[in-house]
């Protein structure tokens, strides 16, 4: 059951109306840092409601991403937000949750948890987006790890 949309299909998929989760992390060289950006977009346009999480630490690129999604998908159930599609520009990861990957590590731990998440919007499938198409949730994960700098 693998989804694959280049960015182009974005517009055929995203009515104005359709509810839609972005994800994204940005990571700090100097201090060890995360930043997580999720976007609740109504079409490509409007923005529903959007947060930010400032992470201490950092670990692999692919494990933010995965931290990234795993707080996108809970924000969306403590806020009550059903998205009809969720997006994190990580083709890995995608691939990875998408698929039956699984082995003993952190990683494969919080996909787990993703996919339990993932079972409360079962008509919601987790697609690639391009990073282009995914700058909203960047930006505010680098925005996070900003605002911290300035503490």
Same mark, same amino acid.
């Given at each position: 059951?693998?989804?694959?949309?280049?960015?182009?299909?974005?517009?055929?998929?995203?009515?104005?109306?359709?509810?839609?989760?972005?994800?994204?992390?940005?990571?700090?060289?100097?201090?060890?840092?995360?930043?997580?950006?999720?976007?609740?977009?109504?079409?490509?346009?409007?923005?529903?409601?959007?947060?930010?999480?400032?992470?201490?630490?950092?670990?692999?690129?692919?494990?933010?991403?995965?931290?990234?999604?795993?707080?996108?998908?809970?924000?969306?159930?403590?806020?009550?937000?059903?998205? /009809? #599609?969720?997006?994190?520009?990580? %083709?890995?990861?995608?691939?990875?949750? !998408? +698929? @039956?990957? $699984?082995?003993?590590?952190? *990683?494969?731990?919080?996909?787990?948890?993703?996919?339990?998440?993932?079972? /409360? #919007?079962?008509?919601?499938?987790? %697609?690639?987006?391009?990073?282009?198409? !995914? +700058? @909203?949730? $960047?930006?505010?994960?680098? *925005?996070?790890?900003?605002?911290?700098?300035?503490?």
């Amino acid at each position: 059951m693998a989804h694959h949309h280049s960015s182009a299909d974005l517009d055929q998929l995203l009515l104005p109306s359709t509810p839609a989760l972005f994800v994204d992390d940005a990571l700090s060289t100097d201090a060890p840092a995360t930043g997580i950006g999720m976007v609740f977009m109504q079409g490509l346009s409007h923005i529903q409601k959007s947060t930010k999480i400032f992470k201490p630490g950092a670990s692999s690129p692919i494990f933010a991403e995965a931290q990234a999604l795993y707080e996108g998908l809970q924000w969306c159930m403590t806020s009550n937000l059903t998205p /009809r #599609f969720i997006f994190s520009d990580c %083709l890995n990861l995608v691939s990875k949750v !998408n +698929g @039956n990957w $699984h082995d003993y590590s952190p *990683l494969s731990t919080l996909i787990q948890q993703i996919r339990t998440f993932l079972s /409360r #919007f079962p008509e919601a499938p987790l %697609l690639h987006v391009s990073r282009q198409r !995914n +700058g @909203n949730a $960047h930006s505010l994960a680098k *925005l996070a790890l900003r605002l911290r700098d300035e503490d």
